[in-house]
């Protein structure tokens, strides 16, 4: 089966080779494989790529369209590159997990956006500080962070602007004691009893960052399971793991009212199907039910761009809207709202626009809970490889019986594969471990190329390391493991 699978990774580098002299054009999949045209540079002074947005997916963008030899220019309204991700998001968040002291995140962040920056005077990239909107397909309007305006030209025009915030009836958000995921990062002090409304990726994480600085912690969730996306066995196992840290859950729970003219704040809540109110009181309410995608004072409607019923930009295979020269990537169009899926489209658009080959399988997104343990996650979930009807197996290894996390006393978790009956390839690798964010990415790796579990079974890992997991659920996925 190794062998077979090495045949199998050679017809699709080639078949990868082969499609560089492709011009065939698809309708939009969640695989990018098509081929695009390039451009003559007319010589004036616009620019050849203008970004509306400098988080991980424009700032991304920018510099790859500048190191393919295209005039470059990134707006930003924040005035520091990065985006929410950097600045308020994904990468506090992770450094709160560690460290709890605002003012080393704070630092941490400046430091992060400031490296960017010099990345742009690197690679030559012209960075305008404001908000810019559209005027015309080739426009944008900018109010600058000083007060002035001026108009940015480009040839391609690509929209980054990211996400907000998704907003819950009744319920405003004043960032002091009912806070969004970027004022839990600023609370002045523990709150004794803080309730999180929405149990996925980020509600957990904030939940988990307080919880262990000493709040109790009560989550709320309209649905009948945290993190409807995940696999259920792992969900579930997951959910054990945080109740036993002390977190609460309110499952098939839905919010009607929230009263916080007082010292802290009431919730009004029922069952989600219908039932009883009763009060949950709060010190701090923390809404994370989930993110929007930011179009607002864009200019969309000026110029025609057609949005979905939820505000997404719709776009082709080449990242281009309706209207010709102006693309959109990141959480603005369908898919992960994810910031490395948000970078691979920057990429990929951009190779597209010089004229070369863009691709980002959306199938393959690893996703990643940074509570602790760690989730994470690529592929198929074992309910959606049931769903195809597919006949598969299932290989499984506990972290109990792994050396290197009993030596370290963080041996929760477990590795689980799920792989194809008839060929072994492999459909889906869920990860509950600390540190399972890294680990994920040898499953990564091993879908992309369309690996056998036998191949990674037969890959020898180092001993003793958390990664031999990996191996010997592979391991009892093809065959039997060893170490249980």
Known sequence: MALASFARRKVYLLSRSLSNSSSDVFKYSPSITAFSRGFASSGSEESDVVIIGGGPGGYVAAIKAAQLGLKTTCIEKRGALGGTCLNVGCIPSKGDLWISLQGELNMMATNLTRGIEGLFKKNKVNYVKGYGKLISPSEVSVDTLDGENTI????????????????????????????????????????????????????????????????????????????????AEIRKQFQRTLEKQGMKFMLKTKVVGVDSSGDGVKLTLEPAAG???????????????????????LGLDKIGVETD??????????????????????????????????????????????????????DKVPGVVYTHPEVASVGKTEEQVKELGVEYRVGKFPFMANSRAKAIDSAEGLVKILAEKETDKILGVHIMAPNAGELIHEAVLALNYDAASEDIARVCHAHPTMSEALKEAAMATYDKPIHI
């Open 152 to 231: 940015v030209k480009g040839k391609h025009i690509i929209i980054a602007t990211g996400s907000d915030v998704k907003s819950l009836p009744g319920v405003t958000i004043d960032e002091k004691k009912i806070v969004s995921s970027t004022g839990a990062l600023a609370l002045p002090e523990i709150p004794k009893k803080l309730v999180v409304i929405g149990a996925g990726y980020i509600g957990l994480e904030m939940g988990s960052v307080w919880g262990r600085l000493g709040s109790e912690i009560t989550v709320v969730e309209f649905a009948p399971d945290i993190v409807p996306s995940m696999d």
């Open 309 to 362: 019923k939820i505000g997404r930009i719709l776009v082709n295979e080449r990242f281009v809207t309706n209207v010709p020269g102006v693309y959109a990537i990141g959480d603005v169009i369908p898919g992960p709202m994810l910031a490395h899926k948000a970078e691979e489209d920057g990429v990929a658009c951009v190779e597209f626009i010089a004229g070369k080959v863009g691709h980002v399988d959306y």
């Open 275 to 297: 039932g009883d109110q009763t009060i949950l009181e709060a010190d701090v309410v923390l809404v994370s039910a989930g993110r929007s995608p930011f179009t607002s004072g």
